[in-house]
T-cell receptor, first 116, second 111 residues
Framework: EAGVVQSPRYKIIEKKQPVAFWCNPI?????LYWYRQNLGQGPELLIR????????DSQLPKDRFSAERLKGVDSTLKIQPAELGDSAVYLC??????????????FGPGTRLTVL | AQSVSQHNHHVILSEAASLELGCNYS??????LFWYVQYPGQHLQLLLK??????LVKGIKGFEAEFIKSKFSFNLRKPSVQWSDTAEYFC?????????FGSGTKLNVKP
C-alpha cells in the first residue's frame, strides 16, 4: 500500500516568491492534515480537512497561506508571498476518522522549504 | 489551553542502557495518547498508542509507555536500547482530533 506522497521534497525560493506543496493521502483516508515543523520543534497543525471541508484552520496564517482539497483527495498548500520565517518542513498526514474517534496519522516525508 | 511537555530534549545513552522519556499534558477529560518516532531520514511513524484499559501499553521494537492519570503523564520506556533506536521521539496527546505534539526528544544511542 502506498503511503502519503508529497512533492516536492525540497524547495528553495527567494522571499516574496510564491510556493506550492502537493499531498496525496493514503487511499480511503477521509482526513488530511498539513503541519509545519520548525527546526527543533514538534509539528504544528496548520489545517485539517475532513473530506473536502476545512474543519480546523485556526492556525493557518490566512494573509499568505491558502490550501485546498479538491474532491476530498489530493491537497495543495500555497504560500504567497513567502517570508524568511516560513523556512520549515511542511508535513502532510492522513487518517481515517470514524465517528470522531482518534486514530493514527500517517505522515508523508515532508517538503523542506528554504526561503532566502 | 492544551499543552504538551517533553522534559528531555536530547538524550545520549550507550547500548543496553535503559530509557525513559517524560511526557506531560495539561488537560483532563477523555485522553488518548500517542508516541511517534522519526528515524533519521524517515517519516514520522506511530510507536504506540493508548486509548483505554491497561495503562501500560506495548509498542513496536520493545517500547512501552505507562499512562498515569493522576500525574497527567505518559512516559515512554525501553529496558535496553539499541543503536537502531537513535531517532527523535514525539509525544502527541490529541484532543478534539487535533494532535498537540511535544517539542520532541532526540535520542542518540552510542554503539
Amino acid at each position: 500500500e502506498a503511503g502519503v506522497v508529497q512533492s516536492p521534497r525540497y524547495k528553495i525560493i527567494e522571499k516574496k516568491q510564491p510556493v506550492a506543496f502537493w499531498c496525496n493521502p493514503i487511499s480511503g483516508h477521509n482526513t488530511l492534515y498539513w503541519y509545519r515543523q520548525n527546526l527543533g520543534q514538534g509539528p504544528e497543525l496548520l489545517i485539517r480537512y475532513e473530506n473536502e471541508e476545512a474543519v480546523d484552520d485556526s492556525q493557518l496564517p490566512k494573509d499568505r497561506f491558502s490550501a485546498e482539497r479538491l474532491k476530498g483527495v489530493d491537497s495543495t498548500l500555497k504560500i504567497q508571498p513567502a517570508e524568511l520565517g516560513d523556512s520549515a518542513v511542511y508535513l502532510c498526514a492522513s487518517s481515517l476518522v470514524l465517528a470522531g474517534s482518534y486514530t493514527e496519522q500517517f505522515f508523508g516525508p515532508g517538503t523542506r522549504l528554504t526561503v532566502l | 489551553a492544551q499543552s504538551v511537555s517533553q522534559h528531555n530534549h536530547h538524550v545520549i545513552l550507550s547500548e543496553a542502557a535503559s530509557l525513559e522519556l517524560g511526557c506531560n499534558y495539561s488537560y483532563g477529560g477523555t485522553v488518548n495518547l500517542f508516541w511517534y518516532v522519526q528515524y533519521p531520514g524517515q517519516h514520522l511513524q506511530l510507536l504506540l498508542k493508548y486509548f483505554s484499559g491497561d495503562p501500560l501499553v506495548k509498542g513496536i521494537k520493545g517500547f512501552e509507555a505507562e499512562f498515569i492519570k493522576s500525574k497527567f503523564s505518559f512516559n515512554l520506556r525501553k529496558p535496553s536500547v539499541q543503536w537502531s533506536d537513535t531517532a527523535e521521539y514525539f509525544c502527541a496527546p490529541p484532543q478534539f482530533n487535533k494532535f498537540y505534539f511535544g517539542s520532541g526528544t532526540k535520542l542518540n544511542v552510542k554503539p
